[in-house]
Nanobody, 114 residues
């Protein structure tokens, strides 16, 4: 079955960095676009970044220039390097793949303090 397992979240001060990881299994990883989304308390889940099979990337305007999405097809991993973190980046971050239906991981909490 499809599994997405996120890790790497935590508490960091504003201006700091974190690297999120997502381990994927149960589907043909290398031919699918992968994504990171986030959901802050009281807000809808929103797209953060996607990376295609050819490693074309797409970012939300709010994270452009600060976050970098990457993938390792051999390891079936997708990463999100987050630099210059801001308090408004605080959210639960989810890994995503869209097959016949969208699949989500359990999420990893990122908290950015002042």
């Amino acid at each position: 079955q499809v599994q997405l397992v996120e890790s790497g979240g935590g508490l960091v001060q504003a201006g700091g960095s974190l690297r999120l990881s997502c381990a994927a299994s149960g589907f043909w990883f290398s031919i699918n676009t992968m994504g990171w989304y986030r959901q802050a308390p009281g807000k809808q889940r929103e797209l953060v970044a996607t990376i295609s099979t050819g490693s074309t990337t797409n970012y939300a305007d709010s994270v452009k220039g600060r976050f970098t999405i990457s993938r390792d097809n051999a390891k079936k991993m997708v990463y999100l390097q987050m630099n210059s973190l801001k308090p408004e980046d605080t959210a639960v971050y989810y890994c995503n793949v869209r097959l016949s239906i969208p699949y989500w991981g359990q999420g990893t909490q990122v908290t950015v303090s002042l």
